[in-house]
Structures are given as C-alpha cells and as structure tokens.
Nanobody, 126 residues
Framework: QVRLVESGGGSVQSGGSLRLSCAAS????????MGWFRQAPGKEREGVAV???????SYADSVKGRFTISRDDAKKIVYLQMNSLKSEDTAMYYC????????????????????WGQGTQVTVSS
C-alpha cells in the first residue's frame, strides 16, 4: 500500500523560504513520477511541480524561478524548495505519486496521479 507523508509546512513571512518533504513507502519509488499540488480555501487543487523518474520536471507558471522540486531515490523522499514566497502561495500542499509518466500536456493535472498524501499547510503572511 502506497503511503505518502508530507512535512515541512508552516508559517512564514512574504519573501521567506520553506522546504517541504514527502516520504514515500509501499511503492517502487525510483520508477514513480512524483508531484506537488496545492489547494487554497475555496479553490480547486492545482499542480505546482512534478518530477518523473528520469528527472524531467514541469512547473506551474506561477512558481517558475521560485520553487524547485527534487528527489532522493535512495531515501524515497521528494522535496519542494520554496523561495520568495508570496501570500498567494498560502495553501495546503499535497504530495502525489503515480507509476505512469503523465501524458504530454497533463503533467500538472490532478487526474494524472493516483496516490496522495494528507497534506501540509503553508501560510505566507504579507
């Protein structure tokens, strides 16, 4: 059974940084595509950053140049380094995993991922 556990969320002032971690178990991690999504109150869940098993990445336009996704296959952890945080980054952040590489154009689509963590809250105050 796939289990994804996020950590690293918290409260930070605008312009600050946070690093989220997602520890994975119960899956052949090195072959999985891993992603980070977020959901703000009253809004739909949206893709933030995705990294496939070969290192290919995709980022939402709103976070390009500020966020970086990385993975440690030996530790089965995927990270999201978030810099220059803005109030609009405030959301619950979710880790996601899927054994299939997303189809072109659907890398940041919620439907491309079958396994999800419980989320970690990120709050950015201005």
């Amino acid at each position: 059974q796939v289990r994804l556990v996020e950590s690293g969320g918290g409260s930070v002032q605008s312009g600050g940084s946070l690093r989220l971690s997602c520890a994975a178990s119960g899956l052949r991690y090195s072959s999985y595509c891993m992603g980070w999504f977020r959901q703000a109150p009253g809004k739909e869940r949206e893709g933030v950053a995705v990294m496939d098993s070969d290192g290919t990445t995709s980022y939402a336009d709103s976070v390009k140049g500020r966020f970086t996704i990385s993975r440690d296959d030996a530790k089965k952890i995927v990270y999201l380094q978030m810099n220059s945080l803005k109030s609009e980054d405030t959301a619950m952040y979710y880790c996601a995993a899927d054994p299939q590489r997303p189809r072109d154009g659907y890398w940041l689509d919620v439907a491309s991922f079958g396994d999800w963590g419980q989320g970690t809250q990120v709050t950015v105050s201005s």
